[in-house]
């Protein structure tokens, strides 16, 4: 049953609603689609002459941003500015926008043409905001689960990421707005994103962390490139050697814009050389005082100049930019038609893990009470935190979306079920005073200033503050006696760019060491009643005045009495819980264990009540031992943008199947996560680089730590399937109301020998939904080559179909392998390769579960 907006009878645009939506539909489709004309001859001469009347000066101006979000005007050649906005889930530009499910909930859609549709609307979006350069979509490999940006980005696979970009892109330039594909690349983690020096193989390059980047180029003729803020094998991505000039403006003939993260440029003559063609927000390095010098000197071309400035004027006139206006009147900044899309990428990407005992789809006929509980279940979380935040309008909650659904006659109990952080902070009953010691040094060394005071509770939540330029440390000693025996949640916070290791009893037990952002953090300690323990905070503040809150708290004290009174009351309980902007983004990796308290909220909630469903919003996996095996479902509502509270209740009670699938491995541990040996910088390996002098800034050095990417191939699945160990939830995996199977399975027999000349290679198989409600069921294709000379994984992904079905419906599928699938990237030869020999196609629906398999032969 396909679920719309307009459809559902308790949606918020009942009745009197559905005339304006009908006007906005018409508006909305009125839309011009202007996409950008090829290369032409008249551009050309247009570009060329247009710089010729430029000034070395002026040329130079053109390749820096101002005012965070433009590129730079030149009224001398009539050229205005143009304006840029993020991205990934929403065009959020000043003002509220539509907050769509995109990202990770795009992904787990595996839905080509919804990719399309959302590009679309997010290019609609921005031409109704004026905006010419959407600075998204972001690709980068989901390598860990703790990885802050996971949620803005794709999957652990390369072909999904390939498969879905391609669309995305299309649509957005469909409207005449360009596509940035980022963050080119390695930028795997937010920790220490900007000191950090990723160090892959080529191999691993080649086959995992750029096919996205590279369909969005060659198949997705994307017309902007953001290059990250890390360095790659040595050196920063803005003036990487191989990936920007060999690689994507050599081999993938990239000719748009290759812009610079915001502020991610170290070197402006590296820059200059070595592709970078507009550094954001502004020329800090790629300015006149640099370049002019290098240019005349010779260590800068002026024909590398021109090639940037023509770059920008080719892009720029292909697009019209000159000619028309950006705004699009006939487009609506609300539209109605987006909240469709909205609500259509949550109900595809929503995915259920676990749901024993059939206790979904719920019957709201036989509910007399539910009971909705959990830091996530209102307001509603759209979206993760960062410069893709987008502010929508009126998202619904899991609260709101459950109500509209269940009507008048179902009894609605809400709560939070946890206190606010700065409660904890506040309200910590420390055994006696705690001492407050102020060190004059970055390291507790040296006398201190002391002081006696109640609690650790200055955190706030703004980011950055005046720079402090005098040395400081702050040291707390507290002690804190356990009044019963139980489990206590430690719990601290501070704001950017601080740093803390917090002791109890003289061991760590939590540290925030990252240079950016922060999230809060907690632990349990099992104490006995009586007990009492030492706590020291060693805190040095990156800013002025203090920002650190640390509490205590018994965790039976935390859970609500209300919890427990709802949580038994109710005949079923939903459970929300996860992340959202202050726990999952940008700046900063996230825990995997799920925010401070909820481990014990579901404790509690799962102890009252056996029909407890938990709905979790996280960018990817999470710890669930200490509740999963207590309670019958799991759904994964990944981030699920404005509409998600009203695809979260269909889905829940049947109005929708389920046919999300995972789109990364579903670890049990982070540790267990194959990248976890290789994550951290290597202990002791930090080296130094100088930074030359910027417009802001005198020559300074940086620390570098360097990441070494052991795991090379055995990211996700790949790792797992190899190892022929097991996740929690495998890639790909996703059950639904209704069951399915695959037969038939033709494929070129290993006799016949098989070639991919002139069209690859085909092979088609039968789905049948066997179940009686109609479902989506993604038929996935996975290829093995046991006879290569290199290792390979066990299986990778190399073609899927989303198939619809109605009960007892059989489709056909057929899917083109081309020779990227059977290849992999030879070291030596430094190219793509294939072994000829025997090759397995195996078809199901996860990575692990595939009934079908074949065998065929290639030479
Ligand atoms: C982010 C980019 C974003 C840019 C502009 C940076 O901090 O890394 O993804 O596009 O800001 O907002």
Known sequence: MKTTLKSSAQSIFHCAAILLCAALVVAASAVVAQAPAPDSPEIEAKAQAMLQKLTLEQKIELIGGVDSMFTHAEPSIDLPRFKMSDASVGVRTWGPTT?????????????????????????????????????????????????????????????????????????????????????????????????????????????????????????????????????????????????????????????????????????????????????????????????????????VKESTIDDKVLRLLRTELRYGFTER?????????????????????????????????????????????????????????????????????????????????????????????????????????????????????????????????????????????????????????ASYKAATAGKYMLLSAASGGDKYVIKVDGKPVLEQTQAEGQVPESTTLDLNA??????????????????????????????????????????????????????????????FTLPWGQDALLEAVAAANSHTIVAL?????????????????????YYPGQEGGTAIADVLFGKHDPEGRLPVSFDRTWEENPSYPFYYPIKGADTVLHVPQSADQPPHDITIGHVKYGDKLMVGYRYWTTTGKHPLFPFGFGLSYTTFSFANLKAPSLAEIGTLEPKGVEVSFDVTNTGKTSGAEVAQLYVSD?????????????????????????KHVSITLDSRAFSYWDEAGHKWTIDPGKFTIRVGDSSEDTPLSSDLTLQ
Not at 552 to 573: H, P
Not at 798 to 807: D, I, N, S, T, Y
């Open 99 to 299: 907050a769509y499910a995109g990202g990770v909930m795009l992904a787990a859609t595996w839905d080509r043409d919804f990719a399309r549709k959302l590009g679309e609307s997010l290019g609609g979006d921005a031409r109704a905001r004026s905006v010419n350069f959407l600075l998204g979509p972001g690709v980068n490999i989901a390598r860990s689960p703790v990885a802050g940006r996971n949620f803005e980005y794709l999957s652990e696979d390369p072909f999904l990421n390939s498969q879905l970009v391609v669309p995305w892109i299309e649509g957005v330039q469909s409207k005449g707005v360009i596509a940035t594909v980022k963050h080119y690349a390695l930028n795997n983690q937010e920790y220490s994103r900007h000191d950090t020096d990723s160090e892959a193989d080529e191999r691993t390059m080649r086959e995992i962390y750029l096919p996205a980047f590279e369909a969005a180029v060659t198949k997705g003729h994307v017309d902007a490139v953001m290059n990250s803020y890390n360095e790659i094998n040595g050196q920063h991505a803005t003036q990487n050697e191989f990936l920007n000039l060999k690689v994507l403006k050599g081999e993938w003939e990239f000719k748009g814009v290759l812009m610079s993260d915001w502020d991610a440029t170290y070197d402006g003559i590296a820059a200059a050389n070595n592709g970078l063609d507009l550094e954001m927000p502004s020329p800090r390095f790629m300015n006149a005082k640099t370049l002019m010098p290098a240019i005349k000197g010779g260590a």
């Open 325 to 477: 206006p950006q705004f699009d009147p006939s487009v609506s900044t609300y539209s109605v038609a987006d909240r469709e899309v909205a609500l259509q990428g949550a109900l595809e990407g929503i995915t259920l893990l676990k749901n024993e005992g059939n206790v979904l789809p719920l019957d709201a006929s036989k509910i007399k009470t539910i009971a909705v509980i959990g830091p996530d279940a209102w307001p509603a979380v759209p979206g993760g935190g960062g410069s893709s935040q987008a502010t929508s309008f009126e998202p619904v909650s899991i609260v709101t979306g459950i109500a509209n659904l269940v009507g008048p006659d179902v009894h609605v109990l809400y709560t939070r079920g946890l206190p606010e952080m700065m409660e904890i902070f506040g309200n910590t009953n420390w055994n006696g005073p705690v001492k407050e010691s102020t060190y004059s040094s970055r390291d507790f060394s040296g006398s201190a200033a002391t002081q006696n005071q109640g609690r650790i509770a200055d955190y706030k939540e703004e980011w950055w503050g005046p720079a402090d330029k005098t040395p400081r440390s702050i040291r707390y000693t």
């Open 617 to 637: 919003t996280a960018g990817g996996a999470v710890d669930t031992h200490r509740w999963l095996d207590h309670v019958p479902v799991l759904l994964d509502n």
């Open 786 to 810: 046991p006879s290569a000379k290199a290792q390979r994984p066990e299986r990778e992904l190399k073609g899927f179909e989303k198939v619809r079905l109605a009960p007892g419906e059989t």
């Open 530 to 591: 009586g007990q009492t323990i030492e706590v020291i905070a060693d805190y040095k503040p990156a800013f002025m005045g203090k920002r650190l809150g640390l509490g205590l708290v018994n965790e039976s004290d935390m859970i609500s009495e209300e919890v427990k009174k709802f949580a038994s009351t109710a005949d079923v309980v939903v459970v929300s819980v996860g992340y959202g902007p202050g726990t999952e983004g940008e700046g900063a990796d996230r825990t």
